[in-house]
């Protein structure tokens, strides 16, 4: 069966500092990825996307990055954190590109920025 | 722009009664149509979905949604709602041609009484 993880659970970082959260997807190949955030009263925000190996579509202008180096990988970065990054941030994935996929969730991170 | 209006962000009723939760989508196009739920702490978990067929789905822990297009809705309902119930749903859409990304609403807060 197909699991998704994300790391870390939760993380306090002052502003400024640099960011790398991690999403990893278990038992399937080629996944299409996604990353949200969550902030509070402001319901899910598409963030990234990503098709495959290497190919990011942004949906959102912040100072908030992705890469997926590996097939099962993606990964969310930033250089220099914002007190408005603040948030809880979910990593899904689906099987294909298709609208009417169920897209699957991992756990979160949730990330204060001080 | 597409968008999706969950009225009420908090909603509680008593163990046993009715659960109604309103979703509404504005869009010139059909849609696909989810609900999921989150509980506390946690990532997103689907609880139901419509595509094409039958408007009136069936998901898991017993609720249901009926699309209606002549009023673009596809509000959740469950006919009696347990402790367990409680927790934050999101309804979402998602079209044709849109690399399966979600649009989220704002998420309605369930409590359950005693």
């Known amino acids: 069966s197909q699991t998704i993880h994300q790391w870390p659970a939760t993380l306090v970082q002052p502003v400024g500092s640099p960011l790398s959260l991690e999403c990893t997807v278990e038992?399937?190949?080629?996944?299409?990825l996604y990353w949200y955030r969550q902030a509070a009263g402001r319901g899910l925000q598409l963030l990234f996307y990503?098709?495959?190996?290497?190919?990011i579509s942004s949906e959102v202008p912040q100072n908030l990055s992705a890469s997926r180096p590996q097939d099962r990988q993606f990964i969310l970065s930033s250089k220099k954190l914002l007190l408005s990054d603040s948030g809880f941030y979910l990593c899904a994935w689906t099987r294909l590109a298709g609208a009417q996929e169920t897209q699957y969730f991992g756990p979160g991170t949730r990330l204060l920025v001080l | 722009a597409q968008s999706v209006t969950q009225l009420g962000s908090h909603v509680s009723v008593s163990e046993g009664a009715l659960v109604l939760l309103r979703c509404n989508y504005s869009s010139s196009v059909p849609p696909y149509l989810f609900w999921y739920v989150q509980y506390p702490n946690q990532g997103l978990q689907l609880l139901l979905k419509?595509?094409?067929?039958?408007?009136l789905v069936k998901g898991i822990n017993g609720f249901e949604a009926e699309f209606k297009k002549s009023e673009t809705s596809f509000h959740l309902t469950k006919p009696s709602a347990h402790m367990s119930d409680a927790a934050e749903y999101f309804c979402a859409v998602s079209y044709t041609g849109s690399q399966g990304n979600l649009i989220f609403g704002k998420g309605t807060k369930l409590s359950v009484k005693p």
């Open positions: 038992g399937t190949s080629n996944p299409n």
């Open positions: 990503s098709v495959g190996i290497g190919q």
């Open positions: 419509y595509t094409t067929g039958a408007t």
